[in-house]
Protein backbone atom coordinates (compact mmCIF):
# COMPACT_ATOMS: atom_id res chain seq x y z
CA UNK A 1 0.00 0.00 0.00
CA UNK A 2 1.43 3.58 -1.22
CA UNK A 3 0.11 6.68 -0.42
CA UNK A 4 0.14 8.11 -3.76
CA UNK A 5 1.69 11.79 -4.34
CA UNK A 6 2.06 14.00 -7.32
CA UNK A 7 4.25 17.32 -7.29
CA UNK A 8 2.32 20.42 -7.19
CA UNK A 9 4.23 23.12 -10.14
CA UNK A 10 7.00 24.41 -8.63
CA UNK A 11 5.56 28.31 -8.77
CA UNK A 12 3.04 26.91 -6.09
CA UNK A 13 5.24 26.14 -3.29
CA UNK A 14 7.56 29.22 -4.51
CA UNK A 15 4.37 31.75 -3.77
CA UNK A 16 3.25 29.77 -0.58
CA UNK A 17 7.28 29.93 0.85
CA UNK A 18 6.94 33.89 -0.30
CA UNK A 19 3.16 33.83 1.35
CA UNK A 20 4.79 32.91 4.63
CA UNK A 21 7.78 35.22 4.29
CA UNK A 22 10.28 32.30 4.43
CA UNK A 23 14.33 32.59 4.33
CA UNK A 24 15.15 29.28 6.28
CA UNK A 25 13.83 25.94 5.56
CA UNK A 26 14.24 22.65 6.72
CA UNK A 27 13.31 19.94 4.27
CA UNK A 28 11.62 16.84 5.03
CA UNK A 29 11.30 14.28 2.67
CA UNK A 30 9.57 10.95 2.77
CA UNK A 31 11.64 8.01 1.87
CA UNK A 32 8.82 5.48 1.72
CA UNK A 33 5.46 6.21 -0.21
CA UNK A 34 6.55 9.74 -1.47
CA UNK A 35 10.63 8.17 -2.52
CA UNK A 36 8.17 5.72 -4.27
CA UNK A 37 6.11 8.21 -6.00
CA UNK A 38 9.63 10.28 -6.84
CA UNK A 39 7.96 13.38 -5.01
CA UNK A 40 10.45 12.78 -2.21
CA UNK A 41 13.28 10.60 -1.06
CA UNK A 42 16.76 11.32 -1.27
CA UNK A 43 16.61 12.63 -4.47
CA UNK A 44 13.73 14.56 -4.10
CA UNK A 45 15.16 16.23 -1.18
CA UNK A 46 18.22 16.94 -3.23
CA UNK A 47 16.42 18.18 -6.17
CA UNK A 48 14.15 20.95 -3.93
CA UNK A 49 17.35 21.82 -2.17
CA UNK A 50 19.47 22.71 -4.94
CA UNK A 51 16.19 24.70 -6.24
CA UNK A 52 15.51 26.79 -3.14
CA UNK A 53 18.89 27.52 -2.81
CA UNK A 54 19.26 28.95 -6.84
CA UNK A 55 16.58 31.39 -5.79
CA UNK A 56 18.31 32.31 -2.67
CA UNK A 57 16.63 30.32 0.42
CA UNK A 58 19.11 28.99 2.92
CA UNK A 59 18.40 25.13 3.64
CA UNK A 60 19.38 24.78 7.74
CA UNK A 61 19.00 20.63 7.61
CA UNK A 62 17.54 17.83 5.57
CA UNK A 63 15.93 15.27 7.07
CA UNK A 64 15.16 12.08 5.08
CA UNK A 65 12.92 10.18 7.33
CA UNK A 66 11.47 6.39 6.44
CA UNK A 67 8.39 6.96 8.02
CA UNK A 68 7.02 10.89 8.29
CA UNK A 69 4.05 10.10 8.91
CA UNK A 70 4.88 8.02 11.85
CA UNK A 71 4.61 11.03 15.29
CA UNK A 72 7.57 8.95 17.46
CA UNK A 73 9.82 8.35 14.28
CA UNK A 74 9.33 12.45 13.49
CA UNK A 75 9.67 12.97 17.41
CA UNK A 76 13.39 11.46 17.01
CA UNK A 77 14.38 12.06 13.88
CA UNK A 78 13.38 16.20 14.45
CA UNK A 79 15.24 16.17 17.63
CA UNK A 80 18.43 15.56 16.14
CA UNK A 81 18.11 18.43 14.12
CA UNK A 82 16.51 20.94 17.16
CA UNK A 83 18.82 23.59 16.59
CA UNK A 84 18.46 23.72 12.75
CA UNK A 85 14.60 23.50 13.15
CA UNK A 86 14.78 26.33 15.63
CA UNK A 87 16.92 28.63 13.35
CA UNK A 88 13.96 27.76 10.36
CA UNK A 89 11.63 30.06 9.35
CA UNK A 90 9.68 27.01 8.54
CA UNK A 91 9.21 22.83 7.49
CA UNK A 92 9.03 22.03 3.85
CA UNK A 93 7.79 18.88 3.60
CA UNK A 94 8.39 16.06 0.57
CA UNK A 95 5.51 13.75 1.51
CA UNK A 96 1.72 13.13 1.79
CA UNK A 97 -0.97 15.09 3.59
CA UNK A 98 -0.26 12.75 6.17
CA UNK A 99 3.15 13.63 6.09
CA UNK A 100 2.44 17.76 7.31
CA UNK A 101 0.44 17.20 9.81
CA UNK A 102 2.53 14.65 11.26
CA UNK A 103 4.87 17.44 11.75
CA UNK A 104 2.70 19.97 12.45
CA UNK A 105 1.34 17.76 15.95
CA UNK A 106 5.40 17.02 16.94
CA UNK A 107 6.04 20.61 16.25
CA UNK A 108 2.58 21.77 17.98
CA UNK A 109 3.96 22.14 21.98
CA UNK A 110 8.00 23.79 21.19
CA UNK A 111 7.64 25.30 17.80
CA UNK A 112 4.02 26.11 17.81
CA UNK A 113 4.69 29.85 15.71
CA UNK A 114 6.50 27.44 12.57
CA UNK A 115 4.67 26.54 9.45
CA UNK A 116 4.54 23.33 7.87
CA UNK A 117 4.44 23.60 4.29
CA UNK A 118 4.38 21.28 1.64
CA UNK A 119 5.35 20.25 -2.12
CA UNK A 120 3.30 17.48 -3.06
CA UNK A 121 -0.69 16.89 -3.50
CA UNK A 122 -1.92 13.60 -2.25
CA UNK A 123 -3.50 11.86 -4.57
CA UNK A 124 -4.91 7.84 -3.46
CA UNK A 125 -4.04 5.00 -1.19
CA UNK A 126 -2.50 3.24 -4.56
CA UNK A 127 -1.97 0.29 -6.02
CA UNK A 128 1.32 -0.46 -7.73
CA UNK A 129 1.83 -1.90 -11.33
CA UNK A 130 5.31 -0.84 -11.54
CA UNK A 131 7.19 2.61 -10.28
CA UNK A 132 5.19 5.72 -12.32
CA UNK A 133 1.85 3.47 -13.06
CA UNK A 134 0.14 3.63 -9.78
CA UNK A 135 -4.15 2.81 -9.51
CA UNK A 136 -6.95 3.92 -6.84
CA UNK A 137 -8.47 0.85 -6.21
CA UNK A 138 -9.77 1.30 -2.39
CA UNK A 139 -11.27 3.95 -1.18
CA UNK A 140 -10.92 3.44 2.60
CA UNK A 141 -14.60 3.66 3.10
CA UNK A 142 -14.43 1.96 6.28
CA UNK A 143 -17.18 -0.23 5.13
CA UNK A 144 -15.63 -2.99 3.13
CA UNK A 145 -18.32 -4.39 0.13
CA UNK A 146 -15.47 -6.69 -1.05
CA UNK A 147 -16.12 -9.96 -0.07
CA UNK A 148 -20.12 -9.41 -2.22
CA UNK A 149 -18.56 -7.91 -5.23
CA UNK A 150 -16.14 -10.13 -6.40
CA UNK A 151 -13.13 -8.81 -4.87
CA UNK A 152 -13.47 -5.39 -7.09
CA UNK A 153 -14.54 -2.13 -5.44
CA UNK A 154 -17.71 -0.40 -7.12
CA UNK A 155 -16.82 2.53 -4.48
CA UNK A 156 -13.66 3.09 -6.12
CA UNK A 157 -13.89 1.42 -9.54
CA UNK A 158 -16.69 3.04 -10.20
CA UNK A 159 -17.07 6.47 -10.99
CA UNK A 160 -20.46 7.18 -9.32
CA UNK A 161 -19.64 5.08 -6.70
CA UNK A 162 -23.28 3.51 -7.19
CA UNK A 163 -23.93 0.63 -4.96
CA UNK A 164 -26.12 -0.68 -7.65
CA UNK A 165 -24.74 -0.72 -11.10
CA UNK A 166 -23.95 -0.60 -13.96
CA UNK A 167 -25.53 2.69 -14.74
CA UNK A 168 -26.85 4.12 -18.16
CA UNK A 169 -23.49 5.92 -18.73
CA UNK A 170 -21.71 2.20 -19.16
CA UNK A 171 -21.20 1.33 -23.33
CA UNK A 172 -19.67 -1.91 -24.26
CA UNK A 173 -18.30 -1.96 -20.94
CA UNK A 174 -16.49 1.32 -20.55
CA UNK A 175 -17.60 4.42 -18.69
CA UNK A 176 -18.57 7.74 -19.73
CA UNK A 177 -16.30 9.74 -17.20
CA UNK A 178 -13.10 10.02 -19.30
CA UNK A 179 -15.20 9.46 -22.69
CA UNK A 180 -14.89 5.89 -22.65
CA UNK A 181 -11.82 4.99 -22.36
CA UNK A 182 -11.46 3.49 -18.96
CA UNK A 183 -13.49 -0.19 -18.05
CA UNK A 184 -17.07 0.01 -16.34
CA UNK A 185 -16.03 -0.85 -12.70
CA UNK A 186 -19.86 -2.58 -12.76
CA UNK A 187 -19.00 -4.92 -15.49
CA UNK A 188 -15.80 -5.60 -14.20
CA UNK A 189 -17.82 -7.08 -10.71
CA UNK A 190 -20.37 -8.81 -13.32
CA UNK A 191 -17.31 -10.38 -15.12
CA UNK A 192 -15.73 -11.57 -11.80
CA UNK A 193 -18.82 -12.75 -10.12
CA UNK A 194 -19.46 -14.44 -13.28
CA UNK A 195 -16.12 -16.39 -13.32
CA UNK A 196 -16.39 -17.72 -10.15
CA UNK A 197 -20.02 -18.73 -10.17
CA UNK A 198 -21.74 -15.99 -8.07
CA UNK A 199 -24.04 -13.96 -10.04
CA UNK A 200 -26.65 -14.40 -7.25
CA UNK A 201 -24.61 -11.64 -5.99
CA UNK A 202 -24.70 -9.40 -8.84
CA UNK A 203 -28.68 -9.71 -8.51
CA UNK A 204 -28.82 -8.63 -4.97
CA UNK A 205 -30.50 -5.20 -4.63
CA UNK A 206 -28.10 -2.83 -2.44
CA UNK A 207 -28.81 -0.47 0.11
CA UNK A 208 -27.32 2.75 -0.12
CA UNK A 209 -24.23 3.78 2.10
CA UNK A 210 -24.57 4.83 5.53
CA UNK A 211 -22.69 7.76 6.19
CA UNK A 212 -23.81 8.49 9.82
CA UNK A 213 -20.21 7.92 10.47
CA UNK A 214 -18.87 10.13 8.49
CA UNK A 215 -19.14 13.15 10.31
CA UNK A 216 -15.91 13.36 12.84
CA UNK A 217 -12.64 13.28 12.11
CA UNK A 218 -12.09 9.33 11.93
CA UNK A 219 -10.01 7.46 13.91
CA UNK A 220 -8.79 3.78 15.02
CA UNK A 221 -8.03 3.53 18.70
CA UNK A 222 -7.59 0.01 20.05
CA UNK A 223 -5.42 0.14 23.55
CA UNK B 1 -46.35 -3.09 -8.41
CA UNK B 2 -47.79 -4.02 -5.03
CA UNK B 3 -49.87 -0.69 -4.42
CA UNK B 4 -53.85 -0.61 -6.07
CA UNK B 5 -53.70 3.52 -5.59
CA UNK B 6 -53.35 5.47 -8.30
CA UNK B 7 -52.13 9.29 -7.97
CA UNK B 8 -51.75 10.01 -11.41
CA UNK B 9 -53.13 9.64 -15.23
CA UNK B 10 -50.43 7.80 -15.57
CA UNK B 11 -50.59 5.56 -12.24
CA UNK B 12 -54.27 4.92 -13.38
CA UNK B 13 -53.59 4.12 -16.64
CA UNK B 14 -50.70 1.80 -15.94
CA UNK B 15 -53.06 0.01 -12.83
CA UNK B 16 -55.91 -0.63 -16.19
CA UNK B 17 -53.40 -1.75 -18.31
CA UNK B 18 -54.26 0.81 -21.01
CA UNK B 19 -51.44 1.23 -23.89
CA UNK B 20 -49.58 4.22 -23.06
CA UNK B 21 -48.08 6.94 -25.02
CA UNK B 22 -46.09 9.57 -22.83
CA UNK B 23 -43.60 12.81 -24.17
CA UNK B 24 -40.59 14.32 -23.41
CA UNK B 25 -39.74 17.88 -22.63
CA UNK B 26 -36.57 19.14 -22.02
CA UNK B 27 -35.91 22.66 -20.47
CA UNK B 28 -33.25 24.46 -21.33
CA UNK B 29 -30.80 26.93 -19.28
CA UNK B 30 -33.19 29.67 -19.28
CA UNK B 31 -36.05 30.27 -16.49
CA UNK B 32 -38.42 31.46 -18.97
CA UNK B 33 -40.62 28.54 -19.89
CA UNK B 34 -42.69 29.87 -22.46
CA UNK B 35 -41.15 27.51 -25.03
CA UNK B 36 -41.64 24.25 -22.91
CA UNK B 37 -44.99 24.97 -22.36
CA UNK B 38 -46.16 25.36 -25.83
CA UNK B 39 -44.30 22.31 -26.94
CA UNK B 40 -46.42 20.83 -24.05
CA UNK B 41 -49.65 22.07 -24.94
CA UNK B 42 -49.08 20.19 -28.67
CA UNK B 43 -48.62 17.02 -27.54
CA UNK B 44 -51.00 17.56 -24.35
CA UNK B 45 -53.78 16.11 -26.87
CA UNK B 46 -52.05 12.62 -27.45
CA UNK B 47 -50.06 11.64 -24.67
CA UNK B 48 -50.95 11.04 -21.13
CA UNK B 49 -47.67 12.69 -19.35
CA UNK B 50 -44.68 13.80 -20.39
CA UNK B 51 -40.84 13.60 -19.04
CA UNK B 52 -39.14 17.08 -17.89
CA UNK B 53 -35.67 16.35 -18.20
CA UNK B 54 -32.70 17.43 -15.45
CA UNK B 55 -30.12 18.60 -16.83
CA UNK B 56 -29.13 15.85 -18.87
CA UNK B 57 -25.79 15.20 -20.13
CA UNK B 58 -24.57 16.96 -16.71
CA UNK B 59 -25.88 20.32 -19.11
CA UNK B 60 -27.23 22.54 -16.00
CA UNK B 61 -30.59 23.47 -17.42
CA UNK B 62 -33.48 24.81 -14.79
CA UNK B 63 -34.56 22.32 -11.81
CA UNK B 64 -36.76 20.04 -13.27
CA UNK B 65 -39.28 19.46 -10.23
CA UNK B 66 -39.52 23.64 -11.13
CA UNK B 67 -40.50 23.14 -14.60
CA UNK B 68 -42.95 20.25 -13.83
CA UNK B 69 -44.64 22.27 -12.03
CA UNK B 70 -45.00 24.86 -14.69
CA UNK B 71 -45.81 22.55 -17.58
CA UNK B 72 -48.47 20.77 -15.52
CA UNK B 73 -50.02 24.16 -14.57
CA UNK B 74 -49.61 25.98 -17.58
CA UNK B 75 -50.20 23.31 -20.62
CA UNK B 76 -52.55 21.09 -18.18
CA UNK B 77 -50.06 18.63 -18.83
CA UNK B 78 -48.80 15.78 -16.96
CA UNK B 79 -45.17 15.51 -15.89
CA UNK B 80 -43.14 12.53 -15.36
CA UNK B 81 -40.71 14.33 -13.07
CA UNK B 82 -37.34 12.86 -13.85
CA UNK B 83 -34.97 13.27 -10.56
CA UNK B 84 -31.41 12.00 -11.18
CA UNK B 85 -29.23 11.33 -8.09
CA UNK B 86 -26.21 12.98 -9.04
CA UNK B 87 -26.96 16.44 -7.56
CA UNK B 88 -28.71 16.22 -4.50
CA UNK B 89 -27.92 13.77 -1.48
CA UNK B 90 -31.13 11.43 0.55
CA UNK B 91 -31.90 13.77 2.96
CA UNK B 92 -32.32 16.50 0.45
CA UNK B 93 -34.13 14.03 -1.97
CA UNK B 94 -36.40 13.17 0.63
CA UNK B 95 -37.14 16.75 0.98
CA UNK B 96 -37.64 17.20 -2.57
CA UNK B 97 -39.96 14.42 -2.50
CA UNK B 98 -42.22 16.21 -0.63
CA UNK B 99 -42.16 19.54 -2.02
CA UNK B 100 -43.26 17.34 -5.26
CA UNK B 101 -46.31 16.54 -3.74
CA UNK B 102 -46.69 19.49 -2.36
CA UNK B 103 -46.87 20.92 -5.89
CA UNK B 104 -48.99 17.85 -7.65
CA UNK B 105 -46.35 16.60 -9.14
CA UNK B 106 -47.26 12.29 -8.74
CA UNK B 107 -45.18 10.82 -10.81
CA UNK B 108 -41.50 10.31 -11.06
CA UNK B 109 -38.21 8.45 -13.50
CA UNK B 110 -35.80 7.65 -11.28
CA UNK B 111 -31.77 8.00 -12.90
CA UNK B 112 -28.22 7.96 -12.59
CA UNK B 113 -27.88 11.08 -13.93
CA UNK B 114 -25.12 11.74 -16.58
CA UNK B 115 -21.63 12.97 -14.42
CA UNK B 116 -21.16 16.54 -13.76
CA UNK B 117 -17.57 16.19 -15.65
CA UNK B 118 -19.47 15.36 -18.91
CA UNK B 119 -21.29 18.60 -18.69
CA UNK B 120 -20.76 22.71 -18.46
CA UNK B 121 -20.00 22.70 -14.57
CA UNK B 122 -17.57 19.54 -14.43
CA UNK B 123 -15.90 21.56 -11.23
CA UNK B 124 -19.62 20.53 -9.10
CA UNK B 125 -19.29 17.52 -6.73
CA UNK B 126 -20.77 14.76 -8.04
CA UNK B 127 -23.29 13.02 -5.31
CA UNK B 128 -24.46 10.22 -6.11
CA UNK B 129 -25.48 9.19 -2.65
CA UNK B 130 -28.53 7.36 -3.70
CA UNK B 131 -28.40 5.56 -6.78
CA UNK B 132 -31.48 4.90 -9.08
CA UNK B 133 -32.79 1.80 -7.69
CA UNK B 134 -32.22 2.89 -4.05
CA UNK B 135 -33.69 6.06 -5.28
CA UNK B 136 -36.71 4.21 -6.17
CA UNK B 137 -36.68 1.95 -3.10
CA UNK B 138 -36.47 5.34 -1.05
CA UNK B 139 -39.97 6.77 -3.20
CA UNK B 140 -41.50 3.39 -2.12
CA UNK B 141 -40.87 3.53 1.08
CA UNK B 142 -42.23 7.21 2.13
CA UNK B 143 -45.34 6.71 0.00
CA UNK B 144 -46.30 3.10 0.65
CA UNK B 145 -45.49 3.48 4.63
CA UNK B 146 -45.74 6.91 4.77
CA UNK B 147 -42.24 6.76 6.50
CA UNK B 148 -39.27 7.55 6.23
CA UNK B 149 -36.05 6.26 8.40
CA UNK B 150 -39.30 4.88 10.77
CA UNK B 151 -40.26 8.34 11.01
CA UNK B 152 -43.69 9.40 10.36
CA UNK B 153 -44.40 12.03 7.44
CA UNK B 154 -47.27 14.02 8.61
CA UNK B 155 -48.60 13.87 5.01
CA UNK B 156 -46.71 11.70 2.75
CA UNK B 157 -45.93 11.94 -0.98
CA UNK B 158 -48.21 10.14 -3.33
CA UNK B 159 -45.85 9.14 -6.42
CA UNK B 160 -45.44 6.75 -8.63
CA UNK B 161 -41.76 5.98 -9.36
CA UNK B 162 -40.06 4.35 -12.65
CA UNK B 163 -37.35 3.35 -13.50
CA UNK B 164 -34.50 3.44 -16.89
CA UNK B 165 -33.41 0.49 -19.06
CA UNK B 166 -30.82 0.19 -21.42
CA UNK B 167 -31.98 -2.76 -24.28
CA UNK B 168 -28.67 -1.78 -26.51
CA UNK B 169 -26.45 -1.99 -23.02
CA UNK B 170 -23.86 -4.97 -23.70
CA UNK B 171 -23.31 -7.01 -21.93
CA UNK B 172 -27.02 -7.05 -22.37
CA UNK B 173 -27.45 -10.12 -18.97
CA UNK B 174 -25.82 -7.42 -16.48
CA UNK B 175 -28.50 -4.48 -17.70
CA UNK B 176 -31.14 -7.50 -17.39
CA UNK B 177 -30.10 -8.39 -13.89
CA UNK B 178 -29.62 -4.61 -12.96
CA UNK B 179 -33.42 -4.29 -13.88
CA UNK B 180 -34.48 -7.10 -11.52
CA UNK B 181 -33.02 -4.94 -8.88
CA UNK B 182 -35.00 -1.83 -10.10
CA UNK B 183 -38.13 -4.18 -9.93
CA UNK B 184 -37.22 -5.37 -6.59
CA UNK B 185 -36.56 -1.80 -5.21
CA UNK B 186 -40.53 -0.85 -6.75
CA UNK B 187 -40.13 -0.06 -10.00
CA UNK B 188 -43.74 0.60 -11.32
CA UNK B 189 -43.18 1.05 -14.80
CA UNK B 190 -39.77 1.27 -17.11
CA UNK B 191 -39.16 3.52 -20.05
CA UNK B 192 -36.18 2.29 -22.47
CA UNK B 193 -33.71 4.11 -23.79
CA UNK B 194 -33.94 4.82 -27.53
CA UNK B 195 -34.14 1.93 -29.44
CA UNK B 196 -33.77 0.86 -33.49
CA UNK B 197 -32.69 -2.84 -33.36
CA UNK B 198 -35.36 -5.08 -33.32
CA UNK B 199 -33.80 -8.44 -32.63
CA UNK B 200 -32.15 -7.04 -29.99
CA UNK B 201 -35.19 -4.93 -28.24
CA UNK B 202 -36.82 -8.41 -28.55
CA UNK B 203 -34.10 -10.20 -26.79
CA UNK B 204 -33.98 -7.62 -24.30
CA UNK B 205 -37.89 -7.09 -23.21
CA UNK B 206 -38.44 -11.05 -23.46
CA UNK B 207 -35.86 -11.16 -20.72
CA UNK B 208 -37.27 -8.38 -18.51
CA UNK B 209 -40.85 -9.63 -18.82
CA UNK B 210 -40.26 -12.02 -15.83
CA UNK B 211 -39.58 -9.16 -13.72
CA UNK B 212 -43.54 -7.85 -14.21
CA UNK B 213 -42.69 -4.24 -14.78
CA UNK B 214 -44.80 -2.58 -17.27
CA UNK B 215 -42.17 -0.97 -20.28
CA UNK B 216 -42.49 1.73 -22.22
CA UNK B 217 -40.43 1.65 -25.15
CA UNK B 218 -38.11 4.72 -25.61
CA UNK B 219 -38.52 5.86 -29.38
CA UNK B 220 -36.88 8.80 -31.34
CA UNK B 221 -38.44 10.11 -34.15
CA UNK B 222 -36.34 11.84 -36.14
CA UNK B 223 -37.43 15.28 -37.33
CA UNK B 224 -34.76 15.74 -39.65
CA UNK B 225 -31.41 14.11 -41.58
CA UNK B 226 -29.22 16.72 -39.52
CA UNK B 227 -31.31 14.94 -35.92
CA UNK B 228 -30.77 11.51 -37.17
CA UNK B 229 -27.10 12.16 -38.03
CA UNK B 230 -26.69 14.07 -34.91
CA UNK B 231 -28.28 11.39 -32.35
CA UNK B 232 -26.40 8.99 -34.69
CA UNK B 233 -23.01 10.47 -33.81
CA UNK B 234 -23.31 11.59 -30.13
CA UNK B 235 -25.13 9.36 -28.21
CA UNK B 236 -23.14 6.91 -27.28
CA UNK B 237 -23.92 3.86 -27.59
CA UNK B 238 -27.28 3.84 -29.58
CA UNK B 239 -26.76 3.76 -33.59
CA UNK B 240 -29.33 4.69 -36.31
CA UNK B 241 -29.43 2.20 -38.63
CA UNK B 242 -27.62 3.57 -41.62
CA UNK B 243 -30.84 2.78 -44.09
CA UNK B 244 -32.19 5.11 -42.11
CA UNK B 245 -29.91 7.69 -42.18
CA UNK B 246 -29.41 6.94 -46.07
CA UNK B 247 -33.67 7.23 -46.70
CA UNK B 248 -33.35 10.80 -44.54
CA UNK B 249 -30.62 11.77 -46.43
CA UNK B 250 -32.78 11.35 -49.57
CA UNK B 251 -35.32 13.23 -48.05
CA UNK B 252 -33.51 16.14 -47.12
CA UNK B 253 -31.59 16.43 -50.58
CA UNK B 254 -34.87 14.98 -52.50
CA UNK B 255 -37.50 17.95 -51.47
CA UNK B 256 -34.99 20.89 -50.06
CA UNK B 257 -36.71 23.28 -52.32
CA UNK B 258 -40.14 22.59 -50.79
CA UNK B 259 -40.54 22.56 -46.68
CA UNK B 260 -43.84 21.59 -46.44
CA UNK B 261 -43.19 18.64 -48.87
CA UNK B 262 -40.03 17.55 -47.00
CA UNK B 263 -41.84 17.50 -43.04
CA UNK B 264 -44.50 15.60 -44.60
CA UNK B 265 -41.98 13.24 -45.95
CA UNK B 266 -39.86 12.88 -42.54
CA UNK B 267 -43.39 12.35 -40.46
CA UNK B 268 -44.34 9.84 -42.87
CA UNK B 269 -40.99 7.81 -42.84
CA UNK B 270 -40.84 7.81 -39.21
CA UNK B 271 -44.36 5.77 -39.32
CA UNK B 272 -43.17 3.62 -41.51
CA UNK B 273 -39.96 2.73 -39.65
CA UNK B 274 -41.59 2.73 -36.07
CA UNK B 275 -44.83 0.98 -37.46
CA UNK B 276 -43.81 -2.11 -38.24
CA UNK B 277 -41.23 -1.68 -35.49
CA UNK B 278 -44.24 -0.96 -32.42
CA UNK B 279 -46.39 -3.32 -34.19
CA UNK B 280 -44.07 -6.71 -33.65
CA UNK B 281 -43.32 -5.86 -30.04
CA UNK B 282 -47.18 -5.61 -29.30
CA UNK B 283 -47.83 -9.22 -31.33
CA UNK B 284 -45.20 -10.35 -28.89
CA UNK B 285 -47.15 -8.77 -25.99
CA UNK B 286 -43.68 -7.42 -25.04
CA UNK B 287 -45.05 -3.68 -24.52
CA UNK B 288 -47.27 -1.70 -22.55
CA UNK B 289 -46.45 1.39 -23.84
CA UNK B 290 -44.04 4.32 -26.21
CA UNK B 291 -42.46 6.77 -24.42
CA UNK B 292 -41.05 9.11 -27.12
CA UNK B 293 -38.32 11.17 -26.59
CA UNK B 294 -38.08 13.24 -29.73
CA UNK B 295 -38.23 16.59 -28.85
CA UNK B 296 -39.24 19.90 -30.76
CA UNK B 297 -41.28 17.55 -32.60
CA UNK B 298 -44.35 17.66 -30.88
CA UNK B 299 -45.99 17.28 -34.79
CA UNK B 300 -45.16 13.74 -34.97
CA UNK B 301 -47.79 12.68 -32.13
CA UNK B 302 -50.95 12.66 -34.19
CA UNK B 303 -49.17 9.86 -36.67
CA UNK B 304 -47.92 7.97 -33.39
CA UNK B 305 -51.50 8.33 -32.03
CA UNK B 306 -52.06 6.69 -35.29
CA UNK B 307 -49.43 3.38 -34.79
CA UNK B 308 -50.71 2.61 -31.32
CA UNK B 309 -53.96 2.64 -32.76
CA UNK B 310 -53.79 0.75 -35.89
CA UNK B 311 -51.83 -2.09 -34.17
CA UNK B 312 -54.14 -2.32 -30.97
Redesign the interface.
Known sequence: MVVITTKKPDEEVFEALENYNIKKLTLVSCATCAALCQTGGTEGAKEWKDKLEGKGYEIEAVVVSEDVCDNRVMKKDLRKVDDEVKSSDAILTLSCGLGVQSIVEVLANKYPEKPVLVTNNTEFIGMTERIGRFYKRCQACGDCLLNYTGGVCPIATCAKGLMNGPCGGMVDGKCEVGNYERDCGWILIFNRLKAIGRLDLFTKLRDARDWSDSGHQQEVIFR | MESNHAYSKLGEALAKGDFILTGELEPEKTCDLSHLVHEAKEMAPYVIAANVTDSPLGIVTINSLAASYIVQRDAGLEAIWQMTV?DVN?LGIAGMLMGAQALGIHNILS??G??P??GDMPESK?V???????LV?LVREMVDTGKINGHEIEAPPKIHVGA?A?PN???M???V??I??KA??GAEFIQT?VVYDLDRTIEFLTAIRKYNVPVLLGIFPMKSYGIAKGFDTFV??VSVPKDILAKWKGIKTDLKTDKKLQKEAYDQANYEFFKPFITELRKKKLLDGIHCMAVHYPRIFPKLEEVIKSTN
Open positions: RKLTDHNMPFDLDSATKANAEPEAELKGREAQPG
